[in-house]
């Protein structure tokens, strides 16, 4: 089996671990939308951006769907700048992380969960904390799985990524 095949296979594995049961926000959606197009290429934004509007028609969608796809777009358009080392790409995702928080609560406070001032803009953030933790653990838990798959590919010389 090829490289790409065993790295196409274990992306869908990951992209199908959406449907267990998991805690709020322990989620694939940062590291599959930041590594798929640094690793194969800025043409690949769409299958991620589509591989999660499939699994939402089956999860059910939510008021802030809109700024959850919207953060897929863009980590993955971000994703190019930091390929070069793994501090780069930890670089990357940290800001990625960030800016997935920022947006995402964003969209949560628009949507009336919270009053309409910077009160309810603040209570909205500091309420969403616990759950940027398990965003950020599955995160981390996710990309290690990725960098070890490659790690692994790229030692054993059956994954050659040099486009982008």
């Not at 930041?34 to 008021?63: A, E, W």
């Not at 309409?116 to 309420?127: S, W």
Request: glycine share 6%; aromatic share 18%; net charge positive.
């Amino acid at each position: 089996m090829s490289g790409y095949k065993i790295f196409i296979a274990t992306l869908i594995l990951l992209a199908s671990s959406r449907f267990l049961p998991h805690p709020p926000n322990f989620t694939n959606l940062i590291a599959l939308s930041f590594y798929v197009p640094l690793l194969f290429g800025r043409k690949y934004i769409p299958l991620v951006f589509f591989s999660f509007v499939i699994t939402d028609l089956f999860i059910g969608f939510h008021k802030t769907l809109f700024f959850t796809w919207l953060s897929v777009i863009i980590i993955g358009y971000i994703s190019i700048l930091y390929k070069e080392t793994l501090k780069y790409r930890a670089q990357g995702i940290a800001i990625s992380l960030i800016f997935f928080y920022i947006l995402s609560n964003f969209g949560v406070w628009l949507s009336g969960m919270y009053t309409y001032d910077i009160v309810g803009l603040i209570n909205c953030y500091v309420m969403a904390i616990p759950f940027f933790g398990n965003t950020i653990i599955s995160t981390i838990v996710y990309i290690s799985v990725i960098e070890i798959l490659i790690k692994y590919l790229r030692l054993n010389n059956l994954l050659n990524l040099k486009h982008n």
